[in-house]
Each structure stands twice: as C-alpha cells, then as structure tokens.
C-alpha cells in the first residue's frame, strides 16, 4: 500500500479525518473539455479505444478538481465487445448489440478477449499511470457478469429477457454467466498489470432481482471474479457496487470484497450498522443534490459524512454524475468534503 494515496490507505482499513472523494462518471459530459474531446474523436466508442484520448478525459477531473482517484474511462460493454458481440451506440439513446439470445447463440461468441481491442484498453491504463499526480490512485473496473449480461441478451437496456432466460433455462444461462466472469477476471487483471491500483465491479441492475436470484446471479459471479482477481493479484483491493441491494445488503458480507460502494438509495446507517465499523464503505451522496447545489448539496454532504464516521469511508455519489451538473457545485462538495 502507498501511504501517500488516501484511497488506497482506506481501502486498506484506515479511518481518516477526511476521506478521500472521486465521483463515478468523473469524466464526462459536464465538462466541457470532455465535450470537446468526445467530438474530436467522433464517436464515443472511438473514444474508448482511442488510448491518447480516454487517458485525456480520464485526467480532465484530476486537473480541475483534483479528485483522490481517477477512474479509467471505457465502457462496461467493451467486454462483449471483446468476446465478439457487434457494438455501436446510438446517441441520446444508448447501446445497441446483436442479441445472445439462447444457449445456441453462445457459439457466436470468441472464447476469450480480443486483444487488439482491450489493448488499447490497457495502454490507456498505462498512459494514465504514467501522467497522475503521486497522490492520487487509479481505479479499473468492468461492469459485474448479470449486468453485462443483461444488455448482451436484449440487445439493449431492457433487462427482461435476461431473466427470462436465467429463470426458464438457468443452466443455460449460467453458460454466459461463465464466459463473462472468465473474461472479466482477465480483463480486471491485465488493467492491473498495466498500472490499476484498484478495481470497482459495477452491478448497475442487481437491485431488480429477488433474494433467491440475487444471491446466484450476483453475488456468486462477482465472488468469482474476485477470487480470480486475488489469485493473481492478491494486494489489490476490489470495490463491489451492486447498485440497488437495499434490503439484501445483509448478505453484502458474503462478498468478502475489499469495499462495498452504496447507492444513493441506501441508508449509510443502517448499511455500516450492518456490515460493521470495519468494511471500506464508498458512497453515497445523491447526484440530484449535486444539481441542487447550495444549502440543499452541503447539508446533504454533511448528512453523509456523519452517517460514515467512525468507519473507513470513501466519499462518492449513489450513482454517476449527471451530464447536467453545475461545475461549481462539484467544487462546491469537493471543498465542503475536505472541510476546506
């Protein structure tokens, strides 16, 4: 551990007098140098794998906040992008894929990661670990097996046919469930190889499941990729964010994940009264408070603060900053968080 990254020391267990702050979606359409960028490159899956401009945008919250943390900017879906599965993304609307369907759809698939596409993935890594300040930590990350899974099966955001098919054909199911998890693994660690200090799995759809299906679906795939993470890198820690547990965050301990990020749904009280003083705890200020600005975002930051005292604590949102946020609100929390 590098004493001198607050992240990684909390990460490692330390409390701190203030935690260190990154937001997810950092890097992103509210910044007008990322606006610029993404139209230099045309498209935003250009972007993605363009690695001089993701390590550009991937800085441009460093250089004007100075975030504790900079997270790789990709896509969750460069994973089955990777595996073989068309990939485009149409704007104002999202992803679109050629659906995995069934279990025979399954063969279209390769049966590992194609590398000249995450190699651009990882000499962006690279290049960012090369340009950060000393202080300031780089996190990879890949979104969590049922996530990917359910936007691989629709072709799109619609999560029904994902759990059709995982409740009419579990075994089936499991097939692609598998294949992501191996992939992923592959694909945190080869980020780490190329310079990640910690990685985040993003289960953005977790909250939609039952108990029942939760526990095989989420919790059981993510617990593989972590165990195949630390097989290889077993110093680097890993965040788990399954977006949406809410009354399942009980069985959050079962994970063993490093951190445990909370979304903006949560109750950080109840959640710390749960998991205990111990657990890294990221979160989980609500990106509409960062909108709001003013009294509203500074009493919502203080609420947050207080709720994660006594314990290691990451500063962070619920979900991703807005394209809408006001600039001078992130600096707002940015200085409100570290009581400047």
Not at 105 to 125: K, P
Not at 278 to 301: C, E, F, K, S, Y
Request: a neutral charge.
């Amino acid at each position: 551990m590098i004493a001198e990254k607050p992240l990684l020391a909390v990460l490692g267990g330390a409390t701190l007098k203030r935690p260190p702050v990154w937001f997810m979606r950092q890097a992103g359409r509210y910044l007008p140098e990322y606006r610029s960028i993404r139209a230099q490159a045309g498209s935003f899956l250009n972007l993605c794998y363009n690695p001089e401009l993701a390590a550009e945008v991937t800085l441009q919250p460093i250089e004007r906040f100075h975030f504790d943390a900079a997270i790789l900017f990709a896509d969750i879906l460069l994973v089955p992008h990777a595996l073989g599965q068309d990939l485009s993304f149409v704007e104002n609307e999202g992803p679109r894929l050629t659906p995995i369907a069934n279990v025979g759809d399954l063969s279209r698939l390769r049966n590992g990661l194609d590398q000249d596409r995450v190699g651009r993935v990882y000499e962006t890594v690279k290049l960012v670990r090369e340009r950060l300040p000393a202080d300031v930590a780089l996190i990879g990350f890949c979104g969590a097996p049922w996530t990917v899974a359910t936007y691989m099966v629709s072709g799109g955001k619609d999560r029904s046919a994902a759990l059709l098919w995982a409740l009419r054909d579990p075994d089936g199911f499991a097939k692609l469930i598998d294949r992501l998890v191996s992939a992923s693994v592959d694909y945190l660690c080869h980020q780490i190889d190329a310079g990640a200090e910690a990685v985040q799995i993003f289960d953005s759809w977790a909250g939609e499941l039952s108990p029942a299906l939760f526990s095989r679906w989420c919790i059981e795939p993510v617990k593989a990729i972590m165990k195949g993470v630390k097989a290889r890198h077993p110093l680097v820690p890993v965040i788990a964010f399954p977006r949406g547990a809410g009354s399942k965050t009980s069985i959050l301990s079962e994970l063993g994940a490093d951190a445990i990020g909370i979304d903006t749904a949560e109750d950080p009280v109840a959640v710390r009264s749960l998991l205990g003083k111990t657990v890294p705890l990221q979160g989980n200020l609500d990106p509409l408070a960062l909108i709001a600005g003013g009294r509203t975002l500074d009493d919502a930051i203080a609420h947050v603060l207080s709720a994660m005292s006594g314990g290691p604590h990451i500063f962070n949102l619920g979900h991703g900053i807005r394209p809408d946020t006001p600039i001078e609100h992130v600096e707002q929390a940015v200085r409100r968080i570290r009581g400047d």
